[in-house]
């Protein structure tokens, strides 16, 4: 159990548009959802945390008009990437946590080019 | 906020060589965690460690959290190629949000 999945698994696009990313609980109700961006050979950097049906919460040098982030049921959690450029690429990575607990299941990530 | 220093950066061993990475505190952490990321990959839950002075094991690898609740290490024991990958550790904030460190990529040559 406890499965994360997202979609799509990479996504290429131009510079000026939108994309929008998909985070889904498969198998559990997530009460918090989170979104991470991993640059290569750094960490993951938390971006935001979303609770369903609440506006979510960006940390500390994160546009939240650029990350649109979407919360709209215990499964499913959006992330829209707004006028993407090219310093937006990267890898972006959603968790959530199930009944409270301090465990955290992965997605498998979303490989973001922006050309 | 809330920041853990996650040494060394990298680490390159023969396959078989025990490999440490480590965690520090400037602070009393009330819990920190362990994940592993295989290259191309996301992180994956391996413990928590919670009780100062606490050591889990899992296999070859060895889980520590210090006595004074600021450090922990993850010691592998005679490396294998499918220990490849980054590992971190992790701790939760005042705010709930999990912090990782700076992750420990590990390389095995076989």
């Known amino acids: 159990g406890a499965v994360v999945s997202q979609h799509p698994s990479w996504v290429i696009c131009k510079s000026g548009t939108s994309v929008k990313i998909e985070c889904r609980s498969l198998d559990f109700q997530a009460t918090t959802m989170f979104w991470y961006r991993q640059f290569p050979k750094q960490s993951l950097m938390l971006m935001a945390t979303s609770n369903e049906g609440s506006k979510a919460t960006y940390e500390q040098g994160v546009e939240k008009d650029k990350f649109l982030i979407n919360h709209a049921s215990l499964t499913l959690s959006t992330l829209t990437v707004t006028s993407a450029h090219p310093e937006d690429s990267s890898f972006y990575i959603c968790?959530?946590?199930?009944?409270?607990?301090?465990?955290?299941?992965f997605g498998p990530g979303t490989r973001l080019t922006v050309t | 906020g809330q920041q853990v220093m996650q040494i060394p950066q990298y680490q390159h061993v023969q396959e078989g060589e025990d490999f440490t990475t480590y965690c520090n505190s400037s602070t009393t952490l009330s819990n920190i965690q362990w994940y592993k990321q295989r290259p191309g990959g996301h992180p994956v839950f391996l413990i928590q460690?919670?009780?100062?002075?606490e050591v889990k094991k899992q296999k070859r690898l060895t889980f520590q959290f210090g006595e004074a609740k600021k450090n922990s290490s993850l010691h592998i024991t005679a490396t294998q190629t499918t220990d490849v990958g980054t590992y971190f550790c992790g701790v939760y904030n005042q705010g709930g949000k999990l912090i990782f460190g700076q992750g420990t990529e590990l390389s095995v040559k076989p």
């Open positions: 968790s959530a946590t199930r009944d409270y607990s301090y465990e955290q299941y």
């Open positions: 460690l919670v009780k100062s002075g």
